[in-house]
């Protein structure tokens, strides 16, 4: 059964290099971030075609050029963020449940949506990334190398 394991960073260097880590370990595709929309997004979001779910390029240090499917939206009640991965498509029909309703959908139990959703109200970045039960604790121990605080595995949903 796979799992998802999450973490928020508040510092986009190192949400880089997880992310930079995670894919070199070939995981890219499991990946999903939730940051917020702030003045040099659209250097974070560098050269796109949503309609196709990928991305060429790289800003900001390479997040938005590591993972597909990365977008701006505005989610009622958290404002403008960026998402990639496959919680991108999840969030882009959203009307209501905003980011927490994401997050749920990926396996996380309500109150902890909610939790993150706040973090990213205040500043963090969101990471997820699905694996299997083997790659679990390699998964989040990469997250916690690179500064992610608040670590938790949760069942996919």
Excluded: N
């Excluded at 894919?23 to 250097?43: C, H, N, Q, T, Y």
């Excluded at 905003?98 to 749920?104: D, V």
């Excluded at 109200?121 to 121990?141: D, F, H, N, P, Y």
């Amino acid at each position: 059964m796979s799992k998802v394991v999450v973490g928020v960073f508040y510092d986009r260097h190192q949400a880089e290099g997880a992310l930079e880590s995670l894919k070199g370990l070939g995981f890219e595709k499991d990946i999903s971030l939730v940051a917020p929309d702030e003045e040099d997004s659209d250097a974070l979001l560098g050269d796109q075609d949503l309609s196709e779910g990928t991305m060429a390029g790289g800003a900001l240090g390479g997040i938005a050029g590591l993972l597909a499917g990365v977008g701006a939206l505005l989610i009622p009640g958290v404002g403008p963020i960026i998402a990639a991965g496959p919680i991108a498509a999840t969030l882009t029909g959203v009307i209501t449940g905003g980011i927490a309703g994401g997050l749920i959908d990926l396996g996380l139990p309500e109150e902890r949506g909610e939790y993150f959703e706040e973090q990213v109200r205040q500043g963090g970045i969101v990471l997820s990334m699905k694996a299997s039960a083997e790659q679990v604790e390699e998964t989040a121990s990469i997250l916690r190398q690179h500064g992610a605080s608040d670590v938790e595995v949760h069942e996919a949903g």
